[in-house]
């Protein structure tokens, strides 16, 4: 049987006279079309939304703006990639009624319209609002690493500046053990002559004074580290390894798995991020109240107590972290808290009664102790204090154990905050292949971070009620 025949290059065809007519109903850059074009892109603070009345016309911000959202919305994130779409690709020219702006001026809107473009995000949330997709009742909170423009050999720590130095006095005593070494020998036994020795001992010293500059900085700024190509990327921890990322942070509702609020930081962890994403969560959604559940990286007293304050009802495992179970003694959890007489109970049926009440960074903290430990049996399996077992307790501390009732008595929220957390952030990395950042400091990944969020939103939106109902929300 034979293959199916194709076209011959030479033959007259005749295509479609209009664009319009090979963009059909459901097309996603139907809806983008509709959605920018119902924009006050002046209100959302865009330049040169106004055209000026003199001088070179510019390029409209609502086309450019079309032009990026639809490149998030497929794969195509990079200024001279989008350039080269509008020449060849037939949505885009239906979309930006085939204009054809260079990859300059596509970059630099980008660049000057950052919080502009998450206004734009927001925009869209707000859509989400209004069109009912939100539950408002259970947001999972997680945050994920997004890799930055910075190798890892370029970030540095004060061990790893410290390690480098030495490295490098090492290097300059064998380069000037070789020149003594050189002065000595005949010219052609010499495996480097004397200049090509002082030029690599001067390249090593000024790399010497750089690393030294770069401790001082480190020494002047606070900070734990720094990043040289970015400079507000830092290193962070992964599955496997470490590499130079930031930290995205995100709120997803638990209804149709849509993203309600979004950060960037370059917090290493995120113990720190559990009330700020909550807050902007429930104030998006406009709610009373509000479930959130996290993982352990999340878990921080502070955090839950600010939570509770603004009416939010958190989720968070404790972890285990006591240095009792690595040395096999007993931990925490196996002493009681009897809170009417306000004394713990151990393993071994003693009461541990207050005794003291101090603040260690800025909380209160309560002490508990008792005398009987100088003549229990087990004491070598309890504390290795000469003076026995002691037991601190925060002054908020019901706090955390209400929370720890709840995520006992209630499983189901830990194992559906995996499925909300993970599918955006793998979608985002994954099959929109946005893991890793094209702009440089923190402003501006955060706008770049706003487009992937909204792209993800509408690729999920579009999947829920098709682009036609989406286009009538919009008029």
């Known amino acids: 049987m034979p293959f199916i025949?194709?076209?011959?290059?030479?033959?007259?065809?005749?295509?479609?006279?209009?664009?319009d007519d090979y963009i059909t109903a459901e097309n996603p850059v139907r809806f983008i079309d509709a959605f920018i074009s119902s924009l006050d892109l002046s209100e959302l603070g865009f330049t040169r939304a106004e055209p000026a009345a003199t001088g070179r016309p510019a390029y409209d911000p609502a086309d450019l703006l079309k032009l990026y959202v639809y490149g998030y919305l497929n794969r195509v994130r990079s200024s001279r990639l989008l350039e080269r779409e509008a020449t060849r690709n037939v949505e885009v020219m239906w979309l930006?009624?085939?204009?054809?702006?260079?990859?300059?001026?596509?970059?630099d809107f980008r660049k000057d319209n950052l919080a502009a473009i998450k206004a734009v995000c927001r925009e869209f949330t707000l859509l989400c609002k209004?069109?009912?997709?939100?539950?408002?009742?259970?947001?999972?909170?997680?945050?994920?690493?997004?890799?930055?423009v910075n190798n890892r050999t370029r970030n540095f720590n004060q061990k790893k500046l410290e390690r480098s130095i030495k490295q490098i006095d090492e290097r300059i005593t064998g380069y000037l053990n070789e020149l003594d070494a050189a002065d000595q020998e005949q010219p052609e036994t010499s495996r480097l002559t004397a200049a090509k020795l002082q030029e690599k001992i001067n390249q090593l010293k000024e790399r010497k004074l750089h690393y030294q500059a770069l401790e001082k900085q480190l020494e002047e700024s606070g900070e734990k580290q720094v990043s040289l190509t970015d400079p507000d990327s830092r290193s962070m921890p992964l599955s496997q390894g470490a590499d130079v990322s930031y930290n995205v942070q995100t709120a997803v509702d638990s209804k149709h798995k849509l993203i309600v609020e979004h950060e960037v930081t370059n917090d290493v962890t995120d113990q720190a991020q559990l009330t700020v994403m909550a807050v902007r969560a429930k104030e998006m959604l406009d709610v009373e109240s509000l479930d959130v559940v996290a993982d352990r990286g999340y878990y921080d007293g502070d955090e839950v107590k600010k939570c509770a304050a603004a009416g939010i009802t958190t989720y968070v495992s404790k972890p285990l972290t006591s240095v009792n179970t690595k040395r096999g003694l007993y931990t925490k959890q196996d002493f009681t808290y009897d809170v009417e007489r306000d004394c713990y109970c151990c393993p071994q049926g003693e009461e541990l009664g207050f005794r003291f009440e101090t603040i260690e960074q800025g909380r209160g903290t309560?002490?508990?102790?008792?005398?009987?430990?100088?003549?229990c049996a087990v004491k070598a399996q309890c504390t290795t204090n000469k003076g026995g077992r002691r037991i601190t307790r925060w002054t908020d501390e019901h706090l955390l154990e209400e929370m720890e009732r709840r995520v006992q008595a209630q499983p189901e929220v830990m194992k559906q905050r995996k499925q909300l957390s993970e599918h955006p952030v793998g979608t985002m990395k994954r099959t929109m292949q946005s893991g890793y950042f094209l702009m440089r400091g923190l402003k501006k990944?955060?706008?770049?971070?706003?487009?992937?969020?909204?792209?993800?939103?509408?690729?999920?939106?579009?999947?829920?009620l098709g682009v036609e109902k989406m286009m009538?929300?919009?008029a």
């Open 5 to 19: 025949s194709r076209t011959s290059r030479e033959e007259v065809l005749l295509f479609p006279e209009a664009l």
């Open 96 to 107: 930006i009624g085939k204009l054809t702006p260079d990859f300059k001026t596509i970059a």
């Open 130 to 148: 209004k069109l009912e997709l939100f539950g408002g009742e259970l947001v999972a909170i997680d945050g994920s690493k997004f890799k930055a």
């Open 366 to 375: 309560r002490c508990y102790a008792t005398s009987a430990c100088r003549t």
């Open 445 to 464: 990944v955060r706008a770049e971070m706003s487009l992937t969020v909204l792209s993800y939103n509408i690729k999920r939106v579009m999947n829920i």
């Open 472 to 474: 009538e929300a919009v």
